[in-house]
């Protein structure tokens, strides 16, 4: 007997139809003599729609409040898709976040888990109970709920698992695994048997959003065995673990992010401690940036170019407007009108001519390259917009079909 | 400075523009520098739109479950309404039923309310914040979500006034207090200054369903003020508490209660025991019975009618259907088109000739009636449903207009 959990995103517990879907999945898991734990995310856009009540209300209304309201949401899923197991017969019983022992920082919107105290769990499994549990939702110290921002139910579920000493993390979603590319895009797309933690991560941060990533440092931090797999597809997924099968695929995945700006500084004093005061400004307003490059200093000035998230561009030119006129740096040109694509894959380490053949597809295809950064296990370009899907297919090919 | 407890029922935060008109009664209560402590309902039709919801997938779902889905409406609702107040500019929280410290019997959808601990609630109050509690629910001692049944909040926030001997309790509902009649129906109808506990029970069970009559018995108990009040029109209510100003009034009201049925069991064997029988297979199935005759006994047989809830008619027509086969009663007989007419009033005990004053209303308005029952405190009759509304106006006027 395995203990497993597995979890349910928004669209997999939409509506009647898809709750009693789910609800053969997890019962049938439980058929084969598992104990299993269910996390489930607020039903289909029940988040958003929560998000825009309390807008209407009032926009700047405390975090604090804001958790109170969106908690709401995974309330009612855990509570319909028990009444589905019960309707199919079996013993099972909800929980919210903080019944299921989820404690967290106080951070209202984007928690950290602290502790998961199974304690209530165990004693419903130990009663033979299917238990569903609330994702994304936990308690703080001072016994207030927190949510853990979006995404937040594969960080539940890995904690659970993780807490549990679980035997496997399902992860269901509306994909059936991790691709070579996005199978959207790219007609060969392979899924991948398995990848690893690390592959898995950068794949995440480049826009191939199939899990959250801090649920994979997390899977990672207690070597917790994920699978990504389809609630409408009955079929293997796609195992996540500390070693992949495929470490001796040269790339496991081809990855576009679109979600993207580029921004360039012009004309900082080319002396010691202004890239420092750049992003200290930039992180104070908890921007995160990804590339950066900096230009070789000429006539006294240097340029600082880097990306950021799209929806975040008003912030960064915001952070820097004080910057610019007390730095005497000249002006800040940004462009959202590009894309970056990522190459993945543990295998590059140790083989040279990775990147160039990524450089030689694109060139192949006639796109021309704005900026690069590599790291040890991935190789990112930043591209223009209109080329990203051409550039994801020429790169695909050029590794997966010769 | 008083500790005021303020309840808002569903249509009182039906949308953003009632919500805030609410945030502005708390947030001007606050001012004159009282505490206060907010019960709020779920929006609107909320709580009915999410048993519709769990009925589509199991109408047959646990109590338990019915409880964790259901209670989520009233956690948006004290979320939005404390969002509201933060727009104002006043500090302010909103607790859950187990955070506001409702401990309440393990008995899901119809819950008692065991004990009010409100610790954190006073800990918000010594911060000078307004607090905000979700009506209706609270925690069993299994740390499970419970909910108190319909009109539950009423009794949630008498609980909280009763546990914090509070000053006041102020119940806002659509209506401007307690009249002497339905205003609806009756032109002349006076609002009252003030009717005691006793008074205010009778009128409740007799359909003027102003108050729940949990929260009033619970009133009574601890010697709380109530206050039945407007959201939506500023001028005072009317006080509910011991001891009526309006004593030496005859009668305090008139109400009709139309969602009755009566119900005749023909041909009884006339010895001891079957009614005893009759009424224990009707309470077997919760079914509350008000009015009770007997018939004299003629020929060994006996007739017994009673009136019940008009939508407990086909419950009663099952109970009692293998009572009239092992007993050998004849028949029964029972119709929907009829109502019940009460008039209320301490002030009766002590005064001869008020039923009979009654029947003079009716008789001259050519009204018959079917059933007469009497308690110390009231007197209701049983009429044909067309004739409700002409009786309520006679009554009302032989009484308040001569």
Redesign the interface.
């Known amino acids: 007997m395995s203990l497993i959990v597995q979890k349910f995103g928004g669209s997999s517990v939409a509506n009647?139809e898809r709750?009693?879907n789910v609800a053969g999945i997890v019962t049938r898991t439980y058929d084969k003599g598992n104990d299993v734990v269910v996390v489930v995310s607020a039903q289909g856009d029940t988040t958003d729609d929560?998000i825009a009540?309390?807008n209407?209300?009032?926009p700047?209304?405390?975090k604090?409040?804001?958790d109170?309201?969106v908690?709401?949401?995974e309330?009612?899923s855990?509570?319909?898709l028990?009444?589905?197991i019960?309707?199919l017969g079996y013993p099972v019983?909800?929980l919210?976040g903080w019944?299921a022992g989820f404690q967290t920082s106080s951070a209202h919107t984007a928690a950290r888990i602290r502790r998961v105290v199974p304690s209530?769990i165990r004693k419903e499994l130990d009663k033979k109970r299917i238990v569903i549990v609330a994702g994304f939702q936990g308690l703080s110290r001072y016994?207030?709920?927190t949510t853990l921002g979006r995404g937040g139910s594969d960080t539940s579920a890995v904690a659970i698992a993780a807490a549990m000493h679980a035997d496997l993390c399902q992860i269901y979603t509306d994909v059936e695994g991790v691709y070579t590319a996005d199978p959207r895009i790219v007609k060969n797309a392979k899924k991948l048997e398995s990848i690893s933690y690390d592959e898995m991560l950068e794949l995440a941060t480049m826009g191939a959003q199939v899990l959250n990533n801090r649920s994979v440092e997390m899977a990672k931090k207690y070597n917790i065995e994920l699978e990504v797999l389809s609630s409408l597809v009955d079929a293997p997924g796609t195992i996540v673990k500390e070693k992949s099968k495929m470490e001796k695929m040269l790339i496991s995945g081809v990855a576009k992010d679109t979600d993207v700006a580029r921004v360039s500084v012009i004309g900082i004093p080319d002396e010691p401690g202004f890239a420092f005061k750049l992003f200290s400004k930039l992180s104070a307003k908890n921007i995160n940036v990804d590339i950066i490059l900096q230009s070789i200093g000429r006539d006294g000035t240097k340029d600082i170019s880097f990306t950021c998230a799209a929806d975040r561009l008003d912030d960064v030119n915001a952070a820097l407007k004080d910057y610019i006129e007390n730095i005497g740096a000249k002006e800040i040109l940004s462009s959202t009108d590009v894309a970056k694509i990522s190459i993945v894959g543990a295998g590059m380490e140790s083989h040279a001519g990775v990147a160039t053949k990524m450089f030689e597809a694109l060139y192949d295809a006639q796109i021309n390259i704005r900026m690069i950064a590599t790291s040890e296990i991935k190789v990112s370009v930043l591209i223009n917009k209109k080329d990203a899907d051409r550039a994801v297919s020429a790169i695909h090919d050029k590794f997966f079909e010769q």
Do not use: H
């Open positions: 009647a709750v009693f929560l009540k309390g209407e209300i009032n700047n209304a405390s604090r409040e804001r109170m309201l908690a709401a949401g309330q009612v855990i509570a319909l028990a009444m589905a019960e309707k019983v909800s919210l019944q209530r016994d207030d709920i």
